[in-house]
């Protein structure tokens, strides 16, 4: 797959539905076992950012939401501005969605770094805040260990603000 990923003319989505269909005939693991270990629910919440996203765009809402705020004096295209939105957005709509509705203001030559980095260190102060670690969390209580909001905030508040520290001033080096 990777090598299809890599080096092959096809589509991600060709390529990877290719490979799928080959998993899905061997011979060595049956279809209905190899279905069995998707996680449904996870992939229907992914269905659902993606499909939530695109209706929000498709209706106008986020570049209303983006005019708002620069009407406000919000610039979402400077370093700073969208900074803040992402950390926020992370932990509103998670980090992947956050990503996604914030792409149209990435104007800067540091968004691409801003957004990737922002995004990824946010998701880590609330359990909301990135899909892993809802992902982490089911797979804890399945396993019989419950993770709750504030064990999970016990570590991801000073892990979040220690990285984002370190991330603003970095960009901040970049930015000079």
Known sequence: MLGLFLFSPWPRETAALTGAGLLLMSRKLHSNKMLGLVDWELLVLFI????????LRQ??????????LAAA?????????????????????S?????????????????GPLLALVSTFAGNLLIVGSIANI?????????GVDIG??????VGVPVTGA???????WLALRAM
Not at 48 to 55: K, R
Not at 59 to 68: C, F, K, L, N, S
Not at 73 to 93: C, I, K, M
Not at 138 to 143: G, I, P, S, V
């Open 163 to 169: 990285t984002l520290l370190i991330c603003a001033l």
């Open 149 to 154: 909001w504030r064990t999970h905030a016990a």
């Open 95 to 111: 980090n992947v969605p956050a990503v996604m509705l914030l792409l149209p203001a990435a104007t800067h030559p540091l968004s």
């Open 59 to 68: 209706t106008g809402i986020t570049a209303d939401a983006m005019a708002r």
């Open 135 to 143: 992902i982490v969390v089911a797979a804890a209580r399945r396993q």
């Open 48 to 55: 659902g950012l993606f499909v939530v996203n695109e209706a």
């Open 73 to 93: 004096g919000v610039d979402l295209g400077r370093p700073a501005a969208l900074f803040a939105a992402t950390f926020v957005l992370s932990n509103v709509v």
